[in-house]
């Protein structure tokens, strides 16, 4: 079962576990995309994190309209050391058919995932590797 999740973006978004897919945090500017959509094409540059905060570099086509982003995550931490958390990144391009390039960075805040792991865990100190499904992309989260 995927969670539909959004880590606030100052600028997009990623949310945590429930019952069902639920939406934690809009993205920033974004309005709340159906859980069905979120499958635009887009080329995820880099990644890095600074404290809690992803950021991702992207381009995709459009350039007509205002594209949203968010993350996904099913909800459950892989075992392993450190624990892994496959996320998605969903794109709506909103019907963009333009086929400029354009590239942006999209951030996103990670504490809803930290808190999600400190309350499965009952800990307050720890990391977790993200893995950005699709992609090559990994970054270690430390907390």
């Known amino acids: 079962m995927r969670h539909l999740l959004f880590i606030a973006v100052m600028g997009s978004g ?3 576990a429930g019952c069902g897919p639920a ?8 309005s709340k995309p159906p ?8 080329d995820i540059k880099s990644v890095s994190l600074s404290g809690d905060i992803l950021e991702l570099s992207l381009s995709y086509t459009g350039g007509c ?6 993350l996904e ?8 050391s450190p624990v892994q ?9 909103r019907g963009d058919r333009c086929e400029a ?4 960075t999209r ?20 990391s977790m590797s993200i893995r950005i499904q699709g992609t090559p992309h990994s970054v270690l989260y430390t907390f």
Do not use: Y
């Open 107 to 126: 951030r996103f805040d990670l504490t809803p995932l930290k808190e999600a792991w400190r309350q499965g865990h009952q800990q307050t100190e720890g």
């Open 14 to 16: 990623l949310g945590l």
């Open 101 to 104: 390039l354009p590239s942006e």
């Open 23 to 30: 939406v934690v945090v809009e993205a920033e500017g974004d």
């Open 65 to 70: 309209a205002r594209h949203s982003f968010w």
């Open 35 to 42: 859980l069905s959509i979120g499958n635009a094409p887009v």
């Open 85 to 93: 958390v496959p996320i998605v990144l969903g794109h709506d391009a």
């Open 73 to 80: 995550w099913d909800g459950i931490f892989l075992t392993s």
